[in-house]
C-alpha cells in the first residue's frame, strides 16, 4: 500500500508500506503562544514489526492546500528518516482477552485526559490550556505508540474494536 502527499502543488512525496503495519499521513498544526502564526507539517509514517519511517511532506499554513491519495503497492521514496523499533514493544498481550481489556483502559484513560482538555480550555488561561494542551497530546502518541500499537499488531483481529472505542483516527 501506498500513500501520496502533496502540500500546495509541489512534488509529491511517496510513502509506503508492504508488510504487515500501519501507514498514515499526519497533518499537524501548530499554534504558537502568542496564537498569532499558525503553521503545520504534513507527514507520512509506516510502522512495521521492525522499523519505523517517515516522509516529510513540508510545512504549510492557513490556506494552503493539503492532497492525500491512497495506491496499490508501488516504489516509494527513501524516507526522510527511519528508525529501529528495537527500543519500543513490537508484540504485547499473547491473551487476546488481556488486550481487549487493555484496550478498553486506554479508551477510559482517553476519556478522561479529554475531559482535562474541555475543563483546562474553560478554566485555565490560553497559554495555560495550551501547554496542558501539548502535555497531553504527547501522553496519548505515547499510549499510541507504547500500547495501542503494539497490541493491535499482535491481535489485528481487536482493529474493529479499537475503532469503535475512538483509539484510532
Known amino acids: 500500500m501506498q500513500l501520496t502527499l502533496k502540500v500546495n ?3 509529491t512525496v511517496k510513502g509506503a508500506l508492504r508488510t504487515k503495519g500501519i501507514l498514515n499521513a499526519l497533518i499537524n498544526v501548530f499554534v ?23 516522509w516529510a511532506a513540508g510545512e504549510f499554513s492557513i490556506g494552503d492546500k493539503i492532497e492525500i491519495q491512497l495506491l496499490p503497492d508501488h516504489d516509494a521514496d527513501p524516507p526522510t528518516k527511519t528508525q529501529r523499533r528495537s527500543a519500543m514493544p513490537a508484540l504485547l498481550f499473547s491473551d ?6 487493555a484496550l478498553a483502559a486506554m479508551h477510559v484513560c482517553n476519556e478522561q485526559l479529554q475531559g482535562i482538555l474541555r475543563a483546562a480550555g474553560s478554566a485555565e488561561p490560553h497559554d495555560e490550556a495550551l501547554n496542558i494542551q501539548r502535555a497531553v497530546a504527547a501522553l496519548v502518541q505515547d499510549l499510541g505508540k507504547y500500547l495501542i500499537t503494539p497490541t493491535l499488531n499482535r491481535h489485528p483481529g481487536l482493529l474493529p474494536e479499537a475503532k469503535d472505542l475512538g483509539l484510532l483516527d
Open 96 to 101: 487476546p482477552d488481556q488486550a481487549r481489556r
Open 9 to 11: 502543488n509541489r512534488e
Open 32 to 54: 504558537r503562544e502568542d496564537g498569532e502564526q499558525q503553521t503545520g507539517r504534513a507527514t507520512i509514517h509506516a510502522f512495521d514489526f521492525s522499523e519505523s519511517s517517515e
